[in-house]
């Protein structure tokens, strides 16, 4: 009989999410702060073209190694928690094939298509010169993917968050040295050809250059940590206690059977970005606005969606710590384990965004006309009526991952295809019968995440047994972000009168983030025991106590 033994990822995913989730929003604030020079350099115009090439990069990407590290989790963590370490291995060999033919082929795809797919998808041609130079970063990204998602299903975060960082910084430097290079070269193409948009559309793909960069510098990281790795991992495949080992035709089948699914779901949940962007510069033709409608979608992709994804990072990171775990807990037939753990990360999800999404409409206005030059008003109405969306796909995102995780990989792609249909009639509506605009696009998005919220849920109370916890998941942080709400509109409405701007926001943002954890311990929104279990927690729990909060 085969030996089993606990998997390492049953030790504390929220330690290991914990870690993830730093090393996200390290580099979400990294992106922050190169998006900053980048869209100074190349204005809202420029950063239309940038968000066009990216967003038929996402599609390829997703269509070629997106789904692999959580595909690539899973399927280790299932053969390590029954000690198969030769599987585990063998799995990890053929899924760095499959991704050097998947990566391979989309970057051919995207370096010989560009002009048809940014032409007749998104509707801004002169995109196709910056997703050229995104095409070689699909392969980088596939074989990078394959290596994080090997070291995830071993219980081990610390190599893709390390990896991440190094990979943000030289995407940020790169991003903003070859942006102002090549707008500058762009002005001379605009001059020659005398169509000013060139500028914008170089600008852009300069900005796309720091891209494959760090994803080269993370893939090398990984490759190194990897070799550092090696004679543990030796170590594990000698004490294999499995009898048969996996031939590479089962390997590849049963990565297809797991990763196909996965693509689906994620190809619906984030193609609605691509059909947003196509379908609004379409419209934006129509009405005869051409001229406006790269500088509009760059205040909404460059402004907008910039900030509001930073809380959703905590979302992704849970997510990718928790597949693994909840596969471990599905293989030894754990359901309760798994039951806690679905509780656990929901409710840390939730006290996080909740407070970040009434964080972002109080300070919105004053954090984008920090950040960023041009306009300012058009995106802080966004962020005061968009920001309840920062709950909504975060919430979404990990109860994607809890249903992959517990083996239910069809269900995220059926729930999403609903959603994704609601979407787009709502999103019509709004911004061409209504002509609503980017608000359109807002209240389109924000309800294609609340639409799959409902859905995955339903599905997850049914094939986990699972009843979520209302009062400390979702009601103590309401009430608790509510109270710092008023708190910090207050402060900054005092602050504004005698300091800067800067200094306003930093001061309102910590009194808001003080006040918040402080109300959130007092109602009992917390443990002590769920605090200690976070990265640095044993301090903020030895804090609490001094001043009588726990």
Not at 30 to 42: A, H, K, S, V, W
Request: a positive charge.
């Amino acid at each position: 009989m085969e030996g089993k033994r606990p998997a390492p990822q049953n030790s504390n995913f929220i330690v290991q999410g914990g870690i993830l989730a730093a090393a996200g929003i390290i580099s979400r604030i990294i992106g922050f702060i190169y998006r900053i020079p980048l869209q100074n350099t190349i204005g809202d115009a420029g950063m239309g073209y940038y968000s066009a090439a990216f967003q038929i990069y996402s599609i390829m990407l997703i269509i070629s190694s997106y789904s692999l590290p959580v595909a690539v989790s899973k399927l280790v963590a299932a053969r390590a928690a029954k000690g198969q370490f030769r599987n585990a291995r063998r799995f990890f060999h053929g899924a760095l094939l499959f991704a050097s033919l998947t990566g391979g082929a989309t970057c051919l795809v995207v370096l010989f298509g560009a002009d048809t797919l940014a032409g007749n998808i998104m509707s801004m041609p002169k995109s196709a010169i910056a997703l050229r130079m995104l095409a070689p970063t699909l392969l980088v990204v596939a074989l990078m993917g394959v290596i994080r998602g090997y070291f995830q299903g071993l219980g081990t975060m610390v190599p893709t968050a390390f990896s991440q960082l190094i990979e943000q910084i030289v995407n940020a430097v790169i991003s903003v040295v070859a942006g102002i290079y090549l707008f500058e070269y762009g002005g001379k193409v605009a001059a020659i050809l005398r169509d000013q948009d060139y500028q914008s559309a170089w600008g852009a793909a300069g900005g796309t250059l720091g891209t494959g960069a760090g994803a080269l510098a993370g893939l090398l990281v990984l490759m190194i940590m990897f070799l550092v790795h090696k004679r543990m991992i030796r170590k594990d495949i000698i004490k294999d206690s499995a009898r048969f080992v996996d031939s590479y035709g089962k390997i590849f089948s049963v990565i297809l059977i797991t990763v196909l699914p996965v693509i689906l779901s994620t190809t619906i949940y984030n193609i609605s970005d691509t059909i947003d962007q196509g379908l609004f510069n379409y419209v934006m033709d129509v009405k005869g606005f051409s001229s406006i409608k790269a500088e509009y979608w760059g205040i909404y992709a460059g402004k907008y969606r910039v900030l509001t994804n930073v809380p959703i990072a905590l979302a992704n990171a849970l997510c990718s710590s928790m597949m693994p775990s909840l596969a471990a807990c599905i293989e030894n037939k754990e359901r309760r384990l798994a039951r806690h753990k679905v509780a656990i990360g929901t409710r840390f999800v939730m006290i996080l965004s909740i407070p970040c999404a009434v964080g972002l409409a109080i300070l919105g206005r004053p954090l984008i006309s920090l950040m960023f030059t041009g306009e300012v008003e058009i995106p802080a109405m966004l962020l005061r009526m968009g920001s309840a969306s920062v709950v909504f796909y975060s919430l979404s995102t990990l109860s994607n991952g809890v249903l992959q995780g517990i083996d239910k990989m069809k269900i995220p792609v059926r729930n999403a295809a609903i959603a994704l249909v609601l979407h787009l009639g709502i999103l019509y509506l709004t911004i061409s019968v209504f002509d609503w605009k980017l608000y359109g696009v807002v209240a389109a998005c924000m309800a294609f995440g609340l639409i799959m919220c409902i859905l995955n849920w339903i599905s997850i109370a049914r094939h986990l047994h699972y009843r979520q916890e209302i009062r400390r998941t979702f009601i103590i942080p309401l009430i608790s972000s509510v109270i710092m709400g008023g708190v910090m509109w207050l402060l900054y409405f005092i602050l504004s009168k005698t300091s800067t701007d800067l200094i306003s926001v930093v001061v309102t943002s910590l009194v808001g983030m003080i006040v918040y954890f402080i109300v959130l311990m007092l109602l009992h929104g917390v443990r002590e025991s769920e605090i200690r279990s976070l990265p640095g927690g044993n301090i903020i729990a030895t804090v609490a106590r001094l001043f009588r909060l726990l």
